[in-house]
């Protein structure tokens, strides 16, 4: 059931988005907008690294084994949004968004 999804951007910060599934024992439920709260199985860690300045982000979500099916789900959102960050154009008019100009 582990699952892991590496994907580099290719910047001048030297970003990697590591996209992970796994199993846990801790951490309650956050489906169903939070409200679940029944016990977690599955975890799924959306780790962004960056080298200049060397920053570390995680997000997490949690579900329990009825919304289990759900953590594929956000896997694939989470690649799908870092696979859109390779693209140089995209990374420029999400990071000007943010008030970010790259050289």
Known sequence: M???TVIALDD???TTHTV???PVDSGQCC????TCGKPGVLAVRN???QQRPAESSTYRI??????????AHMHGVWVASAREM???DKRAEFLAGA????P
């Open 2 to 4: 582990p699952q892991q």
């Open 12 to 14: 001048d910060r030297n």
């Open 20 to 22: 992970q599934t796994i």
């Open 31 to 34: 489906a169903e907008h939070g």
């Open 47 to 49: 780790t962004i690294d």
């Open 62 to 71: 949690t579900v329990c084994a009825e919304h289990q099916d759900g953590a």
């Open 86 to 88: 390779q693209d140089p």
């Open 99 to 102: 008030g970010v100009v790259e």
